[in-house]
Antibody, heavy 121, light 107 residues
Framework: QVQLVQSGAEVKKPGASVKVSCKASGYTFTRYYMHWVRQAPGQGLEWLGTIDPSGGSTRYAQKFQGRVTMTKDTSTSTVYIELSSLRSEDTAVYYC??????????????WGQGTLVTVSS | SSELTQDPAVSVALGQTVRITCQGDSLRTYYASWYQQKPGQAPMLVLYGQNSRPSGLPDRFSGSSSGNTASLTITGAQAEDEADYYCKSRDTSGSYAFGGGTKVTVL
């Protein structure tokens, strides 16, 4: 079955960087865009950006431009998100999600289990 | 603009019907998709397009869209439907956005 498995929880100090992985299985990795979404404690969902696992092209939310980098490793069917210059407001659960689309419709399914990133001094 | 607006909370009596709405300019061009999230769990797709459900999802979940508003309706709400629900859409620039979420309480 289609599955996205993310790396484990991270604790980082302010100013540091964090890199989270998302390993895909059960489908052709290069056929579907992957997205990253985060959720701060008690808050809603926030879109961070997307990567094309085929060519590696990316599109980032304007808010995170310059601080976020998304990469992929086709040999292991894994995508990565790296967020730099961490601050306490970056404390959140980070999710990867596969995009499916048809015409004017697109949707995210499935989602990874989430990775908690805690930024604390 | 990719901003999407949802009511923060709604309640519904067990077995009754509840409609959750999502408003935004991007919905005039792109369909919304809807996600259910229960405490401590990852979001899960419940609806996409005009009215398409993932396989295995109960048919009490349905959707509609008109103008700048998308709606998710739960007909005959069950206790297990109590959750947060988020709409999502994209805009013409290729960015995506989520609504603020609606907490559904089943009484």
């Amino acid at each position: 079955q289609v599955q996205l498995v993310q790396s484990g929880a991270e604790v980082k100090k302010p100013g540091a960087s964090v890199k989270v992985s998302c390993k895909a299985s059960g489908y052709t990795f290069t056929r579907y865009y992957m997205h990253w979404v985060r959720q701060a404690p008690g808050q809603g969902l926030e879109w961070l950006g997307t990567i094309d696992p085929s060519g590696g092209s990316t599109r980032y939310a304007q808010k995170f431009q310059g601080r976020v980098t998304m990469t992929k490793d086709t040999s292991t069917s894994t995508v990565y998100i790296e967020l730099s210059s961490l601050r306490s407001e970056d404390t959140a659960v980070y999710y990867c999600a596969r995009e499916l689309s048809s015409g004017w419709v697109n949707w995210f399914d499935p989602w990874g289990q989430g990775t908690l990133v805690t930024v604390s001094s | 603009s990719s901003e999407l607006t949802q009511d923060p909370a709604v309640s519904v009596a067990l077995g009754q019907t509840v409609r959750i709405t999502c408003q935004g300019d991007s919905l005039r061009t792109y369909y919304a998709s809807w996600y259910q999230q229960k405490p401590g769990q990852a979001p899960m797709l419940v609806l996409y397009g005009q009215n398409s459900r993932p396989s295995g999802l109960p048919d009490r979940f349905s959707g509609s869209s008109s103008g700048n508003t998308a709606s998710l309706t739960i007909t005959g709400a069950q206790a297990e439907d109590e959750a947060d629900y988020y709409c999502k859409s994209r805009d013409t620039s290729g960015s995506y956005a989520f609504g603020g979420g609606t907490k559904v309480t089943v009484l």
